[in-house]
């Protein structure tokens, strides 16, 4: 039943409409960020947002009965890590606090169903370990670009915590990669 409403066309179409909008809310949710971001590092500061534009491209694809394998691997891995990694620091920013505001519960159920929708589609992706290395690369690399050349998301109530969350991020790329890895070694893992 599930991987018949996963392969429905309209289905697909719809989850293609609500990623997109999502992803261009998500870009413009970093435009302040961005407008002071040097030139360098746009294209890894707004996380979230690329790892959604990641899933869109492949839906667009996979509607078509196309395979784009190393944004496939993008996706997964960042889809899942992102996703975990927003809802751990709404979770840690409403431990702080003490409260949430909308925007936060918000946020914590859209990154929660990215990580979901990243895996739901496990089973269809054409991903090799060169593709999984690849993606692997990206996802270590914006660590080191968000935490060594600080151009991560600004979260004020977080700051003083940035060493910590850094540590966190680090582990969750690692888990990240490794679930992509053990979700794609039933199938061809070869470079």
């Known amino acids: 039943m ?4 996963l392969l429905d066309r309209l289905f697909l179409i719809g989850l293609f409409v609500i990623n ?3 992803t261009i809310y998500g870009y413009l949710w970093y435009e302040s960020q961005l407008s002071i971001t040097p030139a360098i590092f746009l294209i890894f500061v707004p996380d979230s947002p690329t790892a959604s534009l990641f899933f ?3 839906l667009l694809f996979f509607i078509f009965r196309k395979h784009v394998p190393y944004i496939e691997a993008l996706a997964i891995i960042t889809l899942f890590k992102y996703g975990i990694w927003a809802v751990v620091m ?3 920013t409403l431990l702080i606090e003490g409260s949430l505001s909308w925007q936060g519960y918000m946020l914590m159920a859209s990154h929660g169903a990215m990580a979901i929708q990243g895996l739901l589609y496990a089973p269809f992706y054409k991903i090799k370990l ?3 290395v690849f993606a692997a690369i990206w996802t270590l690399h ?3 670009i968000d935490y ?3 151009m991560m998301p600004t979260y004020s109530t977080l700051a003083e915590y940035m060493n910590e969350i850094g540590y966190f991020t680090f582990w969750l790329s690692i888990v990240s990669i490794l679930i992509a890895y053990k979700l ?3 199938k061809e893992t070869s470079f």
């Open 130 to 132: 060169r593709h999984i």
């Open 20 to 22: 997109l909008f999502g």
């Open 184 to 186: 794609a070694k039933g």
């Open 2 to 5: 599930l991987r018949y409403i």
């Open 142 to 144: 914006n660590d080191v």
């Open 148 to 150: 060594v050349f600080e």
């Open 56 to 58: 869109t491209i492949f």
């Open 90 to 92: 709404n979770l840690l």
